[in-house]
């Protein structure tokens, strides 16, 4: 097949097009070298492998004998980052320890504590909203919220909220290696050094001012020799970032999608049960996270007639399937009631999404909300703006009328 360009504005605004390619062509596509831009380090330079099948993403995300997601494997040296160190890109054991630590904080039991503080912000959100008759989304309501939350969780001051987005948005922009620069590279480890600067202060100021948060159950973990420090710092930056950047997109796709489907937007209105279902179709559909963060072969690997020699990045394509009709019946249309849904947008295996219990339940309170309280919500004449990256799916911003 062609090769596909990932940074072009037809790509960004519908990529579904080329996923059907892929899907149809059915092997692993081989991001050639000069596709890439090799900043970040990654020795072997033949290629980067995406799977786009079901089936082949299922077992990229299960596969444990060949494949490993202890990406500094693969990194020369002195180009080993400190986010190589997160659970994100351990294997077991190391893995379990750290997910260990931090686990029991997102169970669906202690998300649902959470609930009535979601509402709270939830609804300020709304009714500031509502005193507006035109208002950007993504500004005033989808990134606020899942912010608000996890920094509350982790123990970041509100003064800080905008200072760490802003931090986050460099760093998640450096994920996107298929499309890496160097200027994005170098603002990626920039960020990186503030925020760890910062979280060290953070963590120096709990252990003076005990609270209860995340920052202080991992203090906890540090002093039991759980964990060490700089684990401890990117555990910390893990989390922010995960727990805010995906779920906007959610909030943001979520609505656009709702917007752009009157006839199930009314369906879920009279029906309110299909709430559930409903999320899990926006997730299905529009994606936040488009393609799993990237593992190693550790052995030679055999896939559809492919051979992956040892020592190759892989990652899936979570975008296309989630529309592989193999897997899905009509695979484009946006059906609210779909069941089953066994969708792959939190991913699958021991990295599945630590955070999905707390998403759903941001987005559930959300679009309730959204229906009860703003019920002539439209969209705006100014036309919604995708966010440009290749990992991350989402609005840039989204302008309706309240
Ligand atoms: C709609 C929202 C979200 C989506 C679509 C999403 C998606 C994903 C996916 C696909 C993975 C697996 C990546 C891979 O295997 O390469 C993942 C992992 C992870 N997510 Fe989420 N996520 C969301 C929200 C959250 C939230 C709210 C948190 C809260 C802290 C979070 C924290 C994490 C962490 C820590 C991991 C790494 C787990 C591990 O390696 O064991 N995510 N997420």
């Known amino acids: 097949m062609n090769s596909i360009n990932f940074s072009s504005p037809e790509f960004i605004n519908d990529p579904y097009p080329t996923y059907q390619l892929l899907l149809e062509t059915g092997e692993p596509y081989l991001l050639s070298p000069n596709q890439q831009v090799n900043t970040s380090g990654i020795m072997k330079t033949s290629g980067i492998w995406l799977f786009s099948r079901y089936e082949d993403v299922m077992t990229l995300l299960k596969e444990k004998e060949t494949i490993s997601k202890q990406i500094s494997l693969a990194r020369a040296p002195e180009k080993i980052r400190a986010f190589d160190l997160t659970l994100l890109n351990q294997d ?31 609804q300020q959100l709304i009714l500031n909203m509502s005193k507006q008759t035109e208002v950007d989304f993504i500004t005033d ?142 997730l299905r559909f529009e994606s936040p996270l488009q393609r799993t963060t990237f593992r190693i072969t550790t052995q030679d690997f055999e896939i559809n007639g492919k051979h992956i020699a040892a020592g190759e990045q892989v990652a899936g394509i979570l975008g296309a399937a989630n529309r592989d009709p193999s897997q899905f019946s009509e695979p484009h249309k946006f059906d609210i009631t779909r069941s089953p849904n066994a969708h792959l947008a939190f991913g699958l295996g021991i990295h599945a999404c630590l955070g999905s219990f707390l998403a759903r339940t941001e987005a559930r309170i959300a679009f309730s909300e959204i229906l009860a309280n703003l019920p002539n919500i439209r969209l705006a004449s100014q036309a919604p703006q995708w966010n440009c990256t290749t990992i991350f799916r989402g609005l840039q911003s989204l302008p309706i009328l309240c």
Request: hydrophobic share 40%.
């Open 92 to 122: 077991p054991p190391t893995h379990t320890r750290l997910r260990d630590v931090i686990r029991n904080s997102f169970t669906a039991k202690k998300i649902a504590e959470l609930e009535p503080k979601i509402k709270q912000i939830v």
């Open 141 to 282: 309501f989808a990134r606020p919220l899942p912010i608000a939350i996890i920094a509350e969780m982790i123990g970041i001051p509100p003064s800080d909220h905008n200072k760490i987005y802003l931090w986050s948005k460099k760093i998640a922009s450096g994920f996107d290696s298929v499309v890496l620069n160097p200027e994005i590279y170098q603002q990626q480890t920039n960020a990186l050094e503030e925020t760890n600067d910062y979280f060290d202060y953070l963590v120096h100021h709990y252990r003076q001012n005990p609270s209860d948060n995340l920052i202080c159950l991992l203090l906890k973990a540090f002093d039991n020799s759980e964990i060490d420090h700089s684990e401890m710092l990117t555990m910390i930056i893990v989390l922010l970032i995960g727990g805010h950047e995906t779920t906007i997109q959610l909030l943001g796709s979520g609505l656009l999608t709702l917007l752009h489907h009157p006839e199930q937007f009314e369906l879920l209105k009279k029906q309110p049960e299909y709430m559930a279902s409903s999320i899990e179709e926006m």
